[in-house]
C-alpha cells in the first residue's frame, strides 16, 4: 500500500523537475539572447506565440538559431 502512494506521489513531482529543467534550459539561452526567463516568457504570451516550455527548451538545445528567432520575434 505505501509503493502506491509512492508511486501516486511521484509521478505528480516528475511532472515539476521536468519543468525545472526546461525553465533551466531556457532561461540560459535567453540570457544568451540579451534577455531573461521571465521577460522572454511575457512577451510569448503578450505576442500570442504559443509554444510549451518542452519544445522550447528543446529548440534551445538543438536549434539555437530557431530559439534566436523566437526570442526576436518576442521582443
Known sequence: MKAWSYK???RKKKKSEFRKKWQ???NAACRQNGTTYSK???NLKK???VLDRKILADLARNNPET???IVEEAK
Open 47 to 49: 505576442n500570442d506565440i
Open 40 to 42: 522572454f516568457i511575457h
Open 67 to 69: 530559439f534566436t528567432k
Open 24 to 26: 533551466t534550459q531556457i
Open 8 to 10: 501516486y506521489r511521484d
